[in-house]
């Protein structure tokens, strides 16, 4: 960006006429055309994390009913299903940064504009799928403390195991 003076000068000098407007380095037009992907690739990386962890919560529905039923504080058990939510996500986000800081070369030459050790944008995806996790986490576990307890033992008691892990339940 210091020669922008002396090309616009040049340029002036050939055609005074022609208009030079926006200048700007090729690597912020590389960069530009490169935002919308590495949102996009972003995007999809939380709403995996929050698929799988939500899912994860969900499937674990009437085991919360039981533990509320049987008196659990509503506090503990959200605290658990937290716990158990954050862990692999911070287990995923440390070896996703080792292997990124063990990689640095590699990506610095196969994504334009990180550099091997580029700790903000390192720090802030961490960050970010963190954050997701927790929310991730937060908000299916509450859903799940909502459920009426004594309905799910009703539904338990009805079940009955069949081979493995499969249940009948009558309704």
Do not use: W
Not at 70 to 75: D, F, I, N, P, R
Request: overall charge positive; hydrophobic content about 50%.
């Amino acid at each position: 960006m210091s020669v922008v003076p002396a090309i616009v000068n040049a340029v002036h000098e050939v055609d005074s006429a022609v208009p030079v407007q926006q200048v700007r380095s090729m690597d912020e037009l590389i960069s530009d055309s490169l935002s919308p992907q590495r949102f996009t690739m972003l995007l999809l990386a939380a709403v995996g994390v929050y698929s799988v962890l939500s899912y994860a919560v969900r499937r674990r529905v009437r085991e919360i009913g039981i533990r509320l039923a049987l008196g659990a504080q509503l506090s503990d058990v959200l605290r658990m299903v937290i716990i158990e939510g954050m862990r692999p996500t911070l287990i995923g986000v440390l070896i996703g940064l080792t292997g990124a800081l063990a990689l640095g070369r590699v990506l610095s030459g196969a994504i334009y504009g990180v550099s091997s050790r580029d700790l903000a944008t390192f720090g802030t995806v961490s960050l970010l799928l963190t954050t997701v996790g927790l929310v991730a986490s937060i908000i299916p576990a509450y859903r799940a403390t909502r459920v009426d307890p004594m309905r799910t033992l009703r539904e338990e008691e009805g079940c009955r195991r069949l081979k493995g892990r499969s249940f009948i339940c009558a309704a």
